[in-house]
């Protein structure tokens, strides 16, 4: 792997897509290259299981087959698009990625660290992320800032408790994998926020 690969996580509502779309910008500006993808989706055949993984009408939906379904949607977006960027150099980022499966599905949904590391070494090879940037921010100061629960996201649905275990199964990942877990303070002004990924991405020669 040439390129280099930097992936973001957060629980919902953290302000991740407002932060991804702030680095783009100042990646723009300072003409500096990447590539932006996301998950579940990214490419076509992604974005076809995307659709069905979140439909709020899913909801007899097991874990497990939620579980292979992520796995699917990230074997396809990686070998389709993320894996020959990075064999021509690029820089990738992607928003979401294995973490949001363990964090999620391992974790919140109980499923174990054990069996969703197992579908998904499948799914991405010994593709790992040089840097998951994790904005850290708890689900009630997220939803508190958000104003409310989207009531069409099945995901968002899920509950606080859902949350909450999701975010103490991100607490134990940064912990676990410090060497490439970037832990940002979300807590602050979206302008604070950038400021740190921007340098955190500068401290480890990303960009
Ligand atoms: P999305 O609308 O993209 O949410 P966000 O802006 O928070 O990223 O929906 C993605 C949802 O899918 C989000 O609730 C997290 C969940 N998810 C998993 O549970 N497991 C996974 O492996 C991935 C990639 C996402």
Redesign the pocket.
Known sequence: MKGKFVTFE?????G??RQIKLLCEYMDKNGISYYIT????GSEISEQI?NV??DGKNSAMTDEC??LL??A??AQLLTEVIEPRLSSGELVFC???????????GY??GLGEEFVSAINSFAIKNFTPDCTVFLKLSPEAAFKRKGGV?TS?R??LSGMDFHNR?YEGYLRLAEKHADRFCVIDASGTKEETHQKIVAALKERGII
């Open positions: 957060g629980c919902e509502g953290v991740k897509s996301r998950e579940p989706g995307r993984i979140l939620e579980a992520y796995a949607a990230r928003d979401r990625y294995i973490d949001s499966s363990l964090a999620y599905q919140a949904r989207d996201d995901v968002e999701v």
